[in-house]
């Protein structure tokens, strides 16, 4: 069994938080006379080949390209993107491992191993060649793919510079250029998985898609000729999109119909909405961009005229969670605003201002007041638009500081679609203001005070970011000017959110009633705001009191007269301190006033972990000698290890009376809880095919056949899985079908066993070859999957077995197979002496009958085909084989949960029915530390003893033991500990 892990971090970057934010240049800039960087990148190649099997494509052109056009070139150290490159290796190659001893690098692949001298690595050429090395000695192993691998080390390479710099893959990089082009050809289908199905999230409207029929809720299952039931969502949003007047064939499975639905539509332009907009009460215009595409200036116009016609008297523009988008874009909205004034400057190499770019004197066509709504996810773009209109006084800006992503990327394409996108200039909004890292502030911060959905985050707010360093030009933002509060509610009339990336109807509402206040002057005054503020923060206390005073909280203020307040805190656990995994810790914090004052807004932070979430409790007001106390709970993940982390109780007091002197509040406290490991299934999993739908009946699967493979999946284990989802995946989809491509199994006791046919059909023009299929079992209360291949091919056309009868007896155990082929699937044992009706006879082999349901085939040579009369029919004796079964690993002497000394003794005894492939151990430290301590071959043995030295880093310590049956199969032992020396 395998625990699921994120992506790593520059694909998480890549995927979701790297908007492009410059139009692609057309070329270089080069020196005339100087070969350009693609040029040099083949004089390179040419002059260090490499072996066949691992060919670096991309490599040099990117070190090349970095080092002419990249921002600041003096981050380009060649050994730290040496280090990265051979750590991304080192995590996701399993047989690769490294140590580093002052300017040594020992890399080791199986049994070869290459050494490097950090010293020797100084030039872009160095670090090419140095890299090289590595996947010359990785291409020894059959599982090392080159191509993944490539990307994979550049972009840790890249990530020594900045986390905006990276190689995108061509889905990747297609799917961003889209999003910014503000339209693409296609049916106009907003489509998600869901249950493991393609699923129409929406129609767009007036597309060919919503005018055929299409609804929410339907289930795409075949694309052309396509089966979708097995593909990714960038494949099957491939299939769908084409020329425009080009028609594809969509089949629907749609819940009230007994068959699936057809359609056939007409591929067009599609046009992406980026601008919408509504007038609020009180004649409150309310705009939301969602991103900067092609479209946006002239949508936002169009949107801006309408709100003019009706009158509005003030705009909110919402930039909440605009991840950016097309500079230019951005620039042209501005003008929108603007009658004059820089709207962004750029500064390049050597701090060198590249580019100014200034508002239009006739350009705008909104002159009445208007304020800006921000978040931590808006970023880049929006930031250029969001704080050139604030550096100029015309918007107030209001919401949490932004993102923090001032840098310009230069997109450079390359033959195979992908692209690298890198850093060659920071901007200053409004020509001063510097973004990188800091981000825009708000005029006005809105703190969101909701009871009801988050009443343990109501006062203790912390903002974590990426953010890089600042620059060192610009000038960072000012502080807010105040902080205001609000309560959350439900709003009659002003509640404009229809998407979750939408600012929170409670901070519009807040913008609209602050726009409808009398005013003089289009620009905004300090003054008046902070004063509002007040009023508004006031009201939402005296609101926010009444409801936590329904809960038994007096949040009042009093006057804390002339006496000193003490403070005692106690902690006291349910339990003695050890909880297992999956249920919810529970404890009581105790609070007492033993000195001669009240103190008044008195509150605790609980938190387990630096990373995990805090939780807020509220004592509210403790007269002298009061006491009050709060109950808490804290959930542990089901998947959480064996471990032990402390949980930390601070108090706090938001009010600067008693409770801030010196002395009040009493000091954290900190205890320790230990997590014992849940019990867990395991599981077994046995397949057999029958081509007994549509085929010749010899068990195989040939072109135009249908036939069941059938899944049954045990559980071998101790205790119920709570529920057991079963999917399929061609590897082949040109060739193979499947009706369906996920089962859900409700519950499985302990020793139970189910089953389920998946329809397969070889495609009439499949060719007579094919991987298979990778079946994975998930199991969501554990967050486990379990991935093995099923090893079905496509043979050639040929005849079947023809029909005879009689019985067929065992002299000795037999192994029974799935097809007439030595290479089938074994799928059992017969026992010595069982007896099977013979249904069918192919040259060497025979068809039994195993059970009603059940054929199998087995030698002729390996038993006695006997006439039906002759021997009495015994009950078929058979020993189904498991063929899917996870290694296991059992641990003998646990890691200490608590450590002075590093290392530590680890030992383990690994295990598999039929093979060990390999074993991996790693140690997982505070702040990304890493190390692999051991990758163990298996050479085909069925047990494994290790007894590896366990390094610990200063901290909290994950180890993990991975054991490889297959490439895919594979099962995760895991501890948390903590090393203090």
């Not at 007091?653 to 008693?658: A, E, K, R, V, W």
């Not at 079905?792 to 197979?817: H, K």
């Not at 200063?954 to 948390?976: A, F, H, M, Y």
Request: a neutral charge; proline letters at 7%; glycine letters at 8%.
């Amino acid at each position: 069994m395998s625990t699921r892990h994120p992506f790593f971090a520059w694909r998480f970057r890549v995927l979701f938080w790297a908007p492009i934010v410059s139009v692609i240049l057309a070329g270089l800039l080069a020196v005339v006379g100087r070969p350009s960087p693609r040029e040099q990148a083949q004089r390179i190649r040419a002059a260090h080949p490499m072996k066949k099997g691992a060919r670096l494509s991309m490599l040099s052109t990117v070190l090349l390209r970095v080092k002419e056009d990249y921002i600041d070139p003096g981050r380009m150290d060649p050994q730290r993107m040496f280090l990265a490159a051979v750590h991304v290796l080192e995590r996701t190659t399993p047989e690769f491992i490294s140590s580093v001893d002052g300017d040594e690098v020992r890399v080791v692949a199986g049994s070869s191993e290459e050494r490097f001298h950090l010293s020797e690595i100084l030039e872009p050429l160095d670090l090419f060649n140095a890299v090289q090395q590595v996947f010359q000695l990785l291409a020894r192993s059959p599982d090392f793919d080159p191509a993944l691998r490539e990307i994979d080390v550049i972009n840790g390479m890249l990530a020594t510079l900045d986390s905006h710099t990276a190689l995108l893959p061509p889905e990747v990089y297609r799917e961003l250029k889209t999003g910014t082009q503000g339209s693409f050809s296609g049916v106009g289908i907003v489509v998600t998985v869901k249950d493991g199905y393609l699923t129409v999230i929406a129609p767009m409207d007036g597309t060919p898609a919503a005018k055929a029929g299409i609804l929410p809720g339907d289930r795409i299952v075949r694309i052309g000729d396509v089966s979708v039931t097995n593909t990714t969502l960038s494949e099957a949003v491939n299939y769908l999109r084409g020329k425009p007047g080009t028609t594809v064939s969509v089949w629907i499975e749609r819940p009230s119909e007994p068959q699936w639905v057809h359609f056939t539509l007409e591929r067009s332009i599609i046009r992406l909405s980026s601008v919408t907009s509504q007038m609020l009460p009180g004649h409150i215009g309310y705009v939301r961009i969602r991103q900067f595409s092609q479209s946006t200036t002239a949508e936002l116009e169009q949107h801006l005229e309408k709100l003019k016609a009706d009158n509005a008297r003030g705009l909110i523009l919402d930039l909440y969670n605009n991840p950016g988008g097309l500079l230019h874009q951005a620039e042209k909205c501005a003008d929108l605003f603007l009658t004059e004034g820089i709207i962004y400057s750029a500064v390049g190499q050597h701090r060198r201002v590249s580019e100014v770019r200034r508002a239009s004197l006739h350009s705008a066509i909104w002159h009445q007041p208007m304020i800006v709504l921000v978040n931590q996810g808006s970023a880049s773009a929006a930031e250029i638009l969001g704080g050139a209109l604030k550096v100029h006084r015309r918007a107030l800006v209001m919401g949490e500081t932004s993102f923090g992503k001032g840098s310009i990327q230069m997109v450079n394409e390359f033959d195979d679609d992908s692209a690298l996108k890198m850093t060659i200039a920071h901007y200053l909004a409004g020509g001063t203001l510097a973004i990188q890292s800091l981000g825009v502030k708000p005029h006005v911060a809105v703190q969101i005070l909701d009871l009801d959905h988050n009443p343990h985050e109501l006062f203790q707010r912390s903002r974590s970011s990426g953010a890089e360093p600042a620059p060192l030009v610009g000038q960072p933002d000012v502080p807010p000017w105040v902080t205001v509060q609000v309560v959350s509610q439900r709003l009659e009339g002003a509640n404009v959110q229809d998407s979750d990336n939408q600012a929170p109807p409670e901070l519009t509402d807040a913008a609209r009633r602050l726009l409808i206040l009398p005013r003089q002057h289009v620009e905004w005054e300090r003054e008046p705001v902070v004063a509002w503020s007040r009023d508004e923060s006031d009201q939402a206390m005296l609101g926010l009191i009444e409801q936590l005073g329904k809960k038994g909280v007096d949040w009042t203020l009093g006057n804390p007269g002339q006496g000193k307040a003490r403070l005692e805190a106690r902690l006291r656990l349910n339990g003695d301190g050890t909880i297992q995994a999956g249920q919810t810790l529970a404890g009581i914090v105790t609070l007492v006033n033993l000195g001669t004052s009240p103190v008044f807004r008195v509150g605790a932070v609980i938190q387990n972990t630096p990373e995990s979430p805090a939780r807020e409790y509220l004592f509210g007001h403790l007269d002298p000698g009061e006491q009050r106390t709060v109950a808490f709970t804290y959930p542990v993940d089901a998947n959480h290890p064996r471990g032990i982390w402390p949980l930390t109780v601070r108090f706090f007091s938001p009010t600067p009376i008693s409770g801030e002197e010196p002395g009040v509040l009493p000091a954290d406290l900190q205890t320790w809880i230990e997590i014992a490991p849940a019990s867990r299934p395991e599981y077994q999993i046995h397949h057999h095919f029958m081509d007994d739908l549509a085929g010749n009946g010899d068990g195989l699967l040939q072109p135009g056949e249908k036939g069941r493979l059938r899944i049954y999946v045990m559980n071998a284990g101790s205790v119920a899985a709570d529920s057991v989802v079963l999917g399929l995946k061609v590897l082949s989809p040109e060739s193979i079908e499947i009706a369906e491509n996920r089962f859900l199994i409700s519950r499985l006791l302990p020793q139970e066993t189910r089953s389920h046919d998946f329809i397969v059909t070889a495609r009439s023009d499949a060719r007579a070859s094919g991987p298979g299929l990778l079946l994975r079992l998930e199991e969501p209360r554990f967050a486990r999957q379990f991935d093995a291949q099923v090893p079905l091919v496509i043979r050639p056309s040929a005849p079947g077995p023809i029909e005879v009868g009689g019985i067929f007896q065992f002299p000795r155990n037999t192994a029974l197979v799935s097809g007439a082929e030595p290479e089938s699937m074994v799928i059992g044992l017969a026992s010595a002496g069982a007896t099977f009706p013979v249904i069918g006879s192919q040259g060497q082999w025979v068809k039994i009958q195993l059970a009603p349901d059940r054929t199998a085939f087995a030698l002729r040579s390996s038993g006695n085909l006997v006439a039906a009369d002759s021997v009495p029919l015994l009950s078929p004796r058979w020993i189904p084989m498991w063929q899917i079964q996870g290694p296991r690993i059992e641990v003998i002497r646990d890691l200490p949960l608590r450590n002075r000394t590093s290392p530590v003794d680890l030992t383990a005894r690994l295990s598999h029915p039929r093979q060990i492939l390999d074993a991996t151990v790693e140690v997982f430290g505070p702040q990304g530390r890493y190390a692999k301590v051991m990758v163990a071959s298996g050479s085909g043995r069925t047990e494994l003893n290790i007894a590896p030295k366990i390094p610990l880093f200063e901290g909290k310590n994950r180890v993990s033991i991975t054991l490889r049956s297959t490439p895919e199969l594979k099962t995760r032992w895991e501890q948390i500990c903590y090393y203090s020396p």
